[in-house]
T-cell receptor
Framework: DAGVTQSPTHLIKTRGQHVTLRCSPI?????VSWYQQVLGQGPQFIFQ???????GRGNFPDRFSARQFPNYSSELNVNALLLGDSALYLC??????????????FGSGTRLTVV | GENVEQHPSTLSVQEGDSAVIKCTYS??????FPWYKQELGKGPQLIID?????GEKKDQRIAVTLNKTAKHFSLHITETQPEDSAVYFC????????????FGQGTTLQVKP
């Protein structure tokens, strides 16, 4: 079975541009979360979606947005890119939802470089 | 606010020795504590987790202990092997519907042959 797949694996953008990152969860998983991992640090929570509804939002500016589609795949959008947005963006999926926060499987991430 | 402190930041052991990584959490409502292993160029991989109604959990060479009173939990790896070399992250989560994991800063484990 395929794990969590993310695309693209790498990309380079210029300051001020917009980027869309994509994630396909494990088949049957309805919960998708997004994390930002800056080099040398632990992942920081950005969003969680469950059954196409936003369930949680981390401490990120409104330039960050996301959505989940009927097939449970998800997109993370970042507008007006800043140099500080350079990071590894991770997607995680789980079969649990609601108040059960366990069993998250992470994808390999998208490495975003803003120049 | 919510915070997870992880120590040490780097750990070097000889093959066959044991390794211990410790984490402390701030939110007493936290009830789920996973540990992830991250290899270069890959996403974090769940290696073991524990819930707050359990004090210890073991899976082959890996064990996790939880002290709710002191708000800390630890990862123990016995009989370390070179392939255990990676960055290890602890995390904590509260019973909410936000799906939010709070991660520690990570520990780089090097197992020398």
């Amino acid at each position: 079975d395929a794990g969590v797949t993310q695309s693209p694996t790498h990309l380079i953008k210029t300051r001020g541009q917009h980027v869309t990152l994509r994630c396909s969860p494990i088949s049957g998983h309805k919960s998708v979360s997004w994390y930002q991992q800056v080099l040398g640090q632990g992942p920081q929570f950005i969003f969680q979606y469950y059954e196409k509804e936003e369930r949680g939002r981390g401490n990120f500016p409104d330039r960050f947005s996301a959505r989940q589609f009927p097939n449970y795949s998800s997109e993370l959008n970042v507008n007006a890119l800043l140099l500080g947005d350079s990071a590894l963006y991770l997607c995680a999926s789980s079969s649990a939802g609601g108040t059960f926060n366990y069993g998250y499987t992470f994808g390999s991430g998208t490495r975003l470089t803003v120049v | 606010g919510e915070n997870v402190e992880q120590h040490p930041s780097t750990l070097s052991v000889q093959e066959g020795d044991s390794a211990v990584i410790k984490c402390t959490y701030s939110d007493s409502a936290s009830n789920y504590f996973p540990w992830y292993k991250q290899e270069l160029g890959k996403g974090p991989q769940l290696i073991i987790d524990i819930r707050s109604n359990v004090g210890e959990k073991k899976d082959q060479r890996i064990a996790v202990t939880l002290n709710k009173t002191a708000k800390h939990f630890s990862l123990h790896i016995t009989e370390t092997q070179p392939e255990d070399s990676a960055v290890y992250f602890c995390a904590a989560s509260t019973p909410s519907n936000t799906g939010k994991l709070i991660f520690g800063q990570g520990t780089t484990l090097q197992v020398k042959p």
